[in-house]
Structures are given as structure tokens and as C-alpha cells.
């Protein structure tokens, strides 16, 4: 199996959720790291998978916002300062791929599945071969531990359950 790194200059790990429950906030995780290893990214079945997201770099474009969702009521960085995945299962569906795996957020793990379409390969200026993927998923934050929220005063609430995951990436073999 070759290892493949992910070239953090042309990938992003984000996510969104609606806000007020009429609009979506997004952000990112602008901290990360990923291993990939697989005999040939171009059938991604027989690969290994797995992520970690640094939640102390969680960027919405809001300090305050990200403050408190580094805080004890969401992610708490301080005592849970990443989020894992880990591969268990990936099948092919098409051109794209169902890549399955155990996801850990603060000290709750659940099974989640990723859409991952294969965005093809090709050679970048300096001659490496690289591939690119995205892969999207959607949660339950509640299910995660992650329940803080707010009513409002017109019904609903401040933060929306479903969490929708993006991951974007761009690999190249380690060499």
C-alpha cells in the first residue's frame, strides 16, 4: 500500500448549519490532518482513511462565536481537543464512493458515512501525480454530545441539529 499526504494548499475541511433556522452559518477546520493509504486512488476499496481535526482552529469568521464553540457547552477544546474519523468500510457506487467510518466528537463515537466522488487525477506543474476527492457527510449533532442551543422568540431555535461535513482534498504520494 503507498501513503498519500493530503496537500493542505488545495483541500479544506468545512461545515455548515443553519442558524435562526432560515439561514446557514459555515465554517472550517483550518487545522487538520489526514492518512491515506491505498494500492491505487483510482479504486479507493482497498484504502485505510483517517482524519483528525484540530478543534482549537475552528473558523467561522466570528471570534466570538468560535470562542464559544471551542467552549465547554460545544466542542471543548481544553478536555476534547480533536475530532476523528477512521475508515471501517468503503464501497464503490458508480464512479464514487461510500467511505464509512468511526467518527469521534469530544468522547462520542458513531458510525458515519461519507459521499465521496472521485474528482479524477492528473500531474501538477512540478510533474507529482496528484487526485482529488470531495466527500460529504451529514449529522445529528445532538447525537455527538453537542446539544447546546437557544429557543427563539419566533418559534425554533438559535442552532440547527443537522451538521453537514465537507471535506475537499487534493493528495500526492509521499515521497
Not at 10 to 34: I, L, Q, R
Not at 68 to 73: E, I, R, T, V
Amino acid at each position: 500500500m503507498a501513503k498519500w499526504i493530503v496537500d493542505q494548499s488545495h483541500s479544506s475541511v468545512g461545515f455548515e448549519v443553519k442558524h435562526m433556522m432560515v439561514s446557514k452559518v459555515k465554517g472550517t477546520f483550518d487545522s487538520y490532518t489526514a492518512d491515506v493509504e491505498a494500492a491505487d486512488l483510482a479504486d479507493l476499496t482497498s484504502a485505510t482513511i483517517a482524519f483528525k481535526f484540530d478543534v482549537a482552529s475552528v473558523n467561522t469568521r466570528s471570534e466570538d462565536r468560535d470562542n464559544h464553540l471551542k467552549g465547554a457547552d460545544f466542542f471543548d477544546a481544553e478536555q476534547f481537543p480533536s475530532i476523528e474519523f477512521k475508515s471501517t468500510n468503503i464501497t464503490r457506487d458508480g464512479d464514487d464512493y461510500k467511505v464509512t467510518g468511526d467518527l469521534t466528537i469530544k468522547d462520542v463515537t458513531k458510525p458515519v458515512t461519507f459521499d465521496v466522488e472521485y474528482g479524477g487525477k492528473g500531474k501538477n506543474p512540478w510533474g507529482v501525480e496528484v487526485y482529488g476527492f470531495e466527500a460529504e457527510a451529514k449529522l445529528n449533532r445532538e447525537e455527538f454530545g453537542l446539544t447546546w442551543n437557544a429557543a427563539l422568540e419566533t418559534g425554533g431555535v438559535l442552532v440547527g441539529k443537522d451538521i453537514k461535513i465537507k471535506v475537499e482534498l487534493e493528495v500526492n504520494p509521499v515521497a
